[in-house]
Structures are given as structure tokens and as C-alpha cells.
């Protein structure tokens, strides 16, 4: 999936999700690829046993469904607006045009 966010009638970053584990940022500005990649990058914290001393921690796998409400929480932070510009999986046209 791929989303756009707009702010004053201009793209302000596009996010590639893959599946879990694989989520890619593009930004102009250095301070709202940051702020992005803190938002997407975000590591959860479980137990790692029933005793309850240890905890971890790990990168956040997201479900298509988490990603999509996190990108729209994004937004709202961003002062932004989301909108979803390709789902299911992400082909490169200019590979598939330097193979034809």
C-alpha cells in the first residue's frame, strides 16, 4: 500500500508499505521524514515470559489494517491529509519497461 500526505496543496511525504517489517518513507524536508519514520518506526514492548521480569522489545510489524489507521493518525499530527494511491502489491514500471 502506498499513501500520500498533502499539506497547502503539495505532496510532504509518501509511504510504501510491503508487509510487515517493510515500510519505506520519501520526504523533502529532513524534519518531516523524522517525524515519519519516528511515527512508522515506533517499537512495542511485550513480555517475553508468564513471569512478568522480562520484558523486550521490537519493531512494530504492521497489519495492513494497523498501517492504514496509523497513517491517518500520522496525518493528524502532520496537520496533513492521507490519501491511499495504490493498493496491493507495488510493481516497478520502469523495471518492467527496461524488461519489455
Do not use: I
Amino acid at each position: 500500500m502506498r499513501y500520500e500526505f498533502e499539506k497547502d496543496g503539495r505532496t510532504v511525504a509518501r509511504v510504501l508499505w510491503e508487509g510487515p517489517g517493510q515500510v519505506s518513507v520519501e520526504a523533502d524536508d529532513p524534519s518531516t521524514k523524522a517525524t515519519v519514520d519516528r511515527y512508522l518506526a515506533s517499537e512495542v514492548t511485550y513480555m517475553s515470559g508468564f513471569s512478568g521480569e522480562a520484558l523486550q522489545s521490537r519493531r512494530r510489524d504492521w497489519t495492513p489494517w494497523e498501517f492504514e489507521r496509523a497513517c491517518h493518525n500520522l496525518a493528524r499530527n502532520l496537520r496533513a491529509t492521507v490519501k491511499r494511491v495504490q493498493t496491493g502489491p507495488v510493481e516497478d514500471t520502469e523495471r518492467e519497461a527496461v524488461a519489455g
